[in-house]
T-cell receptor, first 114, second 112 residues
Framework: GEDVEQSLFLSVREGDSSVINCTYTDSSSTYLYWYKQEPGAGLQLLTYIFSNMDMKQDQRLTVLLNKKDKHLSLRIADTQTGDSAIYFCAESNSGNSGYSTLTFGKGTMLLVSP | DADVTQTPRNRITKTGKRIMLECSQTKGHDRMYWYRQDPGLGLQLIYYSFDVKDINKGEISDGYSVSRQAQAKFSLSLESAIPNQTALYFC???????????FGPGTRLTVL
């Protein structure tokens, strides 16, 4: 079945760049997503990338996709203490109905120290 | 106003009780989902619905049931709650080919 793997924890200093990595198994995934969860809150979409793209940049966020290796990364430039949260990678899975569901990784806790 | 709301936000109940968690959305999306989050396990899909007449089991549907009362409402029931159903429950909605899911704030359920 589909599986999404992430490292569980990353610690960086404020101002440094953070890179969160993810591997997935479904080569037919059309979209791949990054979500952010702050303490006590639901998941908030950060960004997504279409499977025919290699890179997407959105302000401080850069997403890199290596389809051959099924590897996705999220780079946060100039990381701030407010970026401390859990980050989830997710892949879309096509179903028989033509609609897709998402499979989420277990999440990477990012801790940013001053 | 929030686009996806969940009630209650917190609930403590006892083993064997029937519990209903409710989700409402104002986004006009056809597709709705229920997830469970446990520490270190990420999100697991319980049930999902692609339109009002469509209900599908997810990866962990045992012990749960759902009802799609309208396009905007999707409720999750625990017929007889047990302690290992203690978790954070999220509702989500989506629409379109890109299928980005939008999440509610979650319901923290504790079963004693």
């Amino acid at each position: 079945g589909e599986d999404v793997e992430q490292s569980l924890f990353l610690s960086v200093r404020e101002g440094d760049s953070s890179v969160i990595n993810c591997t997935y198994t479904d080569s037919s995934s059309t979209y791949l997503y990054w979500y952010k969860q702050e303490p006590g809150a639901g998941l908030q979409l950060l960004t997504y990338i279409f499977s025919n793209m290699d890179m997407k940049q959105d302000q401080r966020l850069t997403v890199l996709l290596n389809k051959k290796d099924k590897h996705l990364s999220l780079r946060i430039a100039d990381t701030q203490t407010g970026d401390s949260a859990i980050y989830f990678c997710a892949e879309s899975n096509s179903g028989n109905s033509g609609y897709s569901t998402l499979t989420f990784g277990k999440g990477t806790m990012l801790l940013v120290s001053p | 106003d929030a686009d996806v709301t969940q009630t209650p936000r917190n609930r403590i109940t006892k083993t064997g009780k029937r519990i209903m968690l409710e989700c409402s959305q104002t986004k006009g999306h056809d597709r709705m989902y229920w997830y469970r989050q446990d520490p270190g396990l990420g999100l697991q899909l319980i049930y999902y619905s692609f339109d009002v007449k469509d209900i599908n089991k997810g990866e962990i549907s045992d012990g749960y049931s759902v009802s799609r009362q309208a396009q905007a409402k999707f409720s999750l029931s625990l017929e007889s709650a047990i302690p290992n159903q203690t978790a954070l429950y999220f509702c989500a909605t989506s629409q379109g080919a890109q299928n980005t899911q939008y999440f509610g704030p979650g319901t923290r359920l504790t079963v004693l």
